[in-house]
């Protein structure tokens, strides 16, 4: 949002990331997205609201935050030397209006070593990163061959989709800065 010039300030959506029964995949981001949404909206009434969630999918199966360093190399070695799908799910509200959408984007990695995996998981404590990774670090640099889509949905918000949203549904067209006269 920095990057795209908009103000915005960050709340904390406490809620249950507990997927739905039966749930696809790739459905699942923009449901907890709307959830978030949902539990911030008392606090600001009478802003635009902006959730969004992501999740990495390895054969259609969710591969979530590790809950220790074991899990996270189970992960990682999972990941490596293949292509996997990043699911963002992105929900927009303004009092009752509301636009809420997915970007998909496959990432491939290349094969990684165990000292590649083990370094990673050290220095960079991904355990707050669905997937274990966090493409903006060590790893996106060193161990990402290729992605087929939005690098800063992987990051976890396509932030030019929701420029977009802001644009053709809000009528936000004051989310940008003018440019400065030409001289």
Not at 99 to 116: A, G, P
Request: glycine share 6%.
């Amino acid at each position: 949002m920095e990057l795209a010039e908009i103000e915005f300030e960050v709340l904390i959506a406490d809620v249950d990331e507990t997927n739905p029964p039966g749930m696809a995949g790739e459905e699942v981001p923009e449901f907890l997205s709307r959830k978030k949404a949902d539990a911030v909206r008392h606090l600001v009434a009478d802003a635009i609201v902006i959730a969004a969630d992501t999740v990495v999918l390895l054969d259609h199966h969710i591969l979530g935050k590790p809950k220790d360093i074991q899990n996270a190399l189970e992960i990682l070695r999972q990941l490596s030397g293949r292509m996997h799908k990043v699911v963002t799910g992105v929900c927009i509200r303004e009092g009752e209006k509301e636009v809420s959408f997915s970007v998909t984007t496959e990432v491939y990695f290349r094969q990684l070593t165990e000292e590649q995996i083990l370094h990673y998981i050290n220095e960079y404590k991904p355990f707050d990163k669905a997937g274990a990774y966090a493409i903006q670090e060590w790893i996106g640099v060193t161990a990402i061959e290729k992605i087929n889509g939005d690098y800063y949905s992987v990051m976890g918000l396509p932030i030019g989709d929701v420029i977009t949203v802001l644009q053709n549904d809000f009528n936000i067209s004051h989310a940008l800065k003018p440019l400065p006269p030409v001289l």
